[in-house]
Structures are given as C-alpha cells and as structure tokens.
C-alpha cells in the first residue's frame, strides 16, 4: 500500500538528529530581549537546557553529534549571554566554560592538536626564526568593529621585530571605501595573508573543511595565534577549540570570556574592566593580560586641498 510503505533511508543521520537535539536544547537566546524579566527567563532557560544535555537520557548516555551538524551559523549561545552583562549573568565564566566543555564531549572532532605541538614542538625563534610569528585570525576582516580594531592593533606593529599573518576566515573583500581603506592597511603591514577561501561563513565546518583549515594554520608554524574574536563568527569558535599554536589567545573583537580551554589568555584593558571590581580575573576563564589605559586608534586623513 502506498501509504504505509517504509522510506528508502532515514531523513536525518543519527549524528545529524542528535545535533539537531542539541541545537534545540541550547538555540533560546533571543536576540534581543524587551525586558529584564524576559532576559532572566531565556539565561534560565539556557541553564535548563544545558543542565539536561549534562545529565544525558534516562540509561545516561550522551549526544554524539559532528560539528558540521552541531551548530548553525548565527553566532555562539554564549555571545549572546555576555550582551546582557554581569549583571542577569554573572556566573558567565562558568557558563562559558560548560558550554565549550559539552560541545568538546558531543560533537566528535571539535578539539584537535597540530602534530607538531603533540610531539612537543618548539617556539619558531628556538628553530632558528629571528623575529616571533604572530598569526591573527577572523572572518571578519573589513570595515567592521572587528576589522577597524585590528586595523589599530596590527599596523603599528614593529615590521623588524614581529612577523605578522592575517588568517582569513574565508575571504578578503573590500565592500565600499571604508572596507578597501581598512584592508588595504591590514596587507600592506601583514607579511602574509593565508585566506580560507574554502570555507564559507555558511558553514560552520564540515569535515574537509575543518581538516583544510587545522592544516594550512598549523603549516604558519606561528609562535603565537590571536583570535580577533571568538564566537561572533561560528567558525572562530570552532577553531578555538584547535590546538594550532603554542599560545592562543583572545582579545576584544568580542569583549567577552571564551570559556575554551585552548583559549590560553584574554587581553583587555583597564577601561573595558569595572573600576568596582577588585578581582577583574574572576570574569574570565583564561589568564588575564590588561593593559594601561583605553585602546584609541585614529588613522591619517587626507589634508584639505
């Protein structure tokens, strides 16, 4: 009979409907929120969802999901936690942490570590290098606030003291004036540019994606891999969890805690933390690094004609 007949296949994978649960229990943060009392409701009902994910089925087993079907593209849950501030959320370390943590024991290939690191590969100036290799990572290079703060961290670098590389989540492009100018100042102080042209921003990495993107950063050899930001763009969050130089870190892109144990330290400075807290490192799951003052870049404008 023509209506009781079996499909030929599954319309979803078990890895696929599993990351499809995960997403579910975890996709409640709205973008934006009316009041406080709706804020409060959705960080509650993230807690719940992730609680469960924790505790697993009733014989306790586990999601085992991919990456590629564990996220969508919008930007990471815990993003969207840190806009609503420490106020509504203040145990966001912990939370981060969690976060990251569930996602490395569902998803099945999310951590990783470069061969050359599990093998106790050394800092590129032991091998020889006279100048550190500094690897900054983003898809969001251009006229955003990504791309106009690595503007004002990268081209006042010293060229004969630090070699820089911009990796590129995908690829360059210049849209409009602003994006060309912020770009073309970015090139012209990188030493390299190593675009992962193969990865789109549709995708939050499947398989050969992933394998592609691990092996053409870890093949830099960078002394240190800054990400720009962690989670605004899924695939930096899913690259975070890489192990592709001896140090990582982050940096206010996002001005946020990672939660990632890959994320080694955070750099802010004194004007982005609270002058009320007495411990600004409490806020954070990485080793702090601030700096004095408050971040200001201001590039040359052309003179009146």
């Not at 690595?150 to 060229?159: D, K, S």
């Not at 492009?173 to 970015?186: E, M, T």
């Not at 695939?235 to 140090?247: D, E, I, Q, Y």
Request: glycine share 10%; with cysteine; net charge neutral.
């Amino acid at each position: 009979h023509a209506g009781t007949g079996r499909w030929p296949e599954a319309l979803l994978s078990q890895r696929e409907l599993e990351g499809a649960k995960l997403k579910a229990a975890l996709a409640v943060m709205p973008v934006t929120h009316e009041t406080a009392d709706e804020a409060s409701e959705a960080v509650a009902r993230f807690i719940v969802g992730i609680s469960l994910l924790i505790a697993g089925d009733a014989c306790g087993k586990f999601l085992q999901s991919s990456v590629f079907a564990g996220f969508d593209t919008r930007s990471v849950e815990t993003v969207r936690l840190a806009y609503l501030g420490p106020a509504l959320v203040p145990h966001l370390p912990e939370l981060a942490s969690v976060y990251s943590r569930l996602h490395l024991r569902s998803l099945v290939g999310l951590g990783y570590v470069a061969p050359a690191l599990r093998r106790g590969g050394c800092l590129g100036r032991a091998q020889g290098r006279q100048r550190p290799r500094i690897g900054f990572l983003s898809g969001l290079f251009g006229d955003s606030a990504v791309g106009n703060m690595a503007r004002g961290i990268i081209t006042p670098l010293p060229q004969q003291a630090l070699e820089v590389i911009l990796v590129v989540l995908g690829t360059l492009r210049k849209k409009g004036q602003g994006g060309s100018q912020v770009i073309d100042a970015l090139v012209t102080r990188a030493d390299k540019v190593e675009e992962l042209s193969f990865w789109p921003s549709a995708s939050p990495g499947n398989p050969e994606e992933l394998r592609r993107a691990r092996s053409a950063i870890s093949n830099l050899e960078l002394d240190v891999l800054v990400f720009l930001e962690v989670g605004l763009d899924v695939r930096s969050f899913v690259l975070a969890h890489s192990r592709l130089a001896p140090v990582q870190l982050a940096t206010y892109g996002h001005a946020s805690t990672t939660g990632v144990p890959t994320i080694d330290f955070f750099v802010t400075h004194e004007a982005f933390e609270p002058s009320d807290s007495s411990s600004p490192s409490s806020r954070y799951s990485e080793r702090l690094v601030i700096l004095p003052g408050l971040p200001y870049f201001l590039p040359s404008t052309p003179a009146e004609e």
